[in-house]
């Protein structure tokens, strides 16, 4: 287990500027590490939802970059898959986001599926999981992931906006924006009272200052960073 990866979680609940990569499960590994060795990224991010999926390309990809020391965060196929997060776990990732969430019931389901007992139901096994070599004693392990794994849902409409604080309970470490649909969504609702997705922004960041959850935004583009930590963002994830 190395240290990058380790302190993820501890970094983005406490608050800490962490910056993701948005790459592909099918990238080479020569480019994977040219991406990684910039040393401007702390985790990557995967994506099953509007990417092809493939069992052994995600464990493929999750050992290239254990190999380079580096978390990888990977969003599961669709909201109604929570169900499977243990499964998807089992794969090699050590976090996951789960997209397009409304309710509190996905929200709650999603934390059964990705921690282990006592915090959750999370079912034991797996050969390709983040973290098991030296450490496959199953309390051991157990206790380990826990304070390890990085659960991210995904907040993109204003019902979800509404919902926000809702969704923030232990467990979940940050609600992350999918600012394209979340633009559709406000379009179609001309009378909501917040107009933009940077007002949806602040007052998620709002709502969520007295939990441990945090904001993950899809900036794209580091110059625009700036002004999203202005605004309280700590998690980004832009292209490399």
């Avoid at 109604?80 to 789960?98: R, T």
């Avoid at 139901?121 to 999981?129: D, E, I, M, N, P």
């Avoid at 960041?205 to 900036?219: E, H, I, Q, S």
Wanted: hydrophobic share 35%; proline share 3%.
């Amino acid at each position: 287990m190395n240290e990058k990866a380790l302190f993820l979680k501890d970094k983005i609940n406490k608050g800490d500027i962490c910056v993701g990569a948005v790459t592909s499960a099918y990238i080479s590994r020569d480019e994977l590490k040219r991406i990684v060795e910039t040393g401007e990224y702390d985790y990557l991010s995967i994506d099953s939802q509007h990417a092809p999926f493939n069992e052994e390309k995600i464990v493929e990809f999750c050992n290239m970059a254990s190999d380079l020391n580096t978390h990888v965060q990977f969003r599961i196929k669709h909201t109604k898959h929570s169900y499977l997060i243990g499964n998807m776990l089992d794969l090699g990732p050590q976090g996951i986001e789960v997209p397009q969430v409304e309710l509190v019931e996905t929200a709650e389901e999603s934390i059964k599926n990705f921690y282990y007992p006592k915090v959750g139901l999370r079912s034991w096994g797996g050969t390709y999981r983040y973290g098991l070599d030296g450490n496959s004693d199953r309390l051991k392990y157990a206790e380990w992931w826990n304070q390890y794994g990085v659960l991210w849902l995904q907040i993109e409409s204003i019902h979800a906006i509404e919902k926000a604080k809702a969704f923030a309970m232990p467990g979940v470490d940050c609600l992350s924006f999918g600012p394209a649909d979340l633009t559709f969504n406000l379009e179609s609702n001309p009378s909501y009272r917040l107009q933009s997705v940077d007002a949806c922004v602040q007052e998620v960041v709002d709502k969520l200052a007295d939990t441990g959850t945090k904001v993950c935004f899809r900036n794209y583009t580091k110059e625009t960073r700036q002004k999203y930590i202005d605004m309280g963002v700590t998690v980004f994830l832009e292209r490399p």
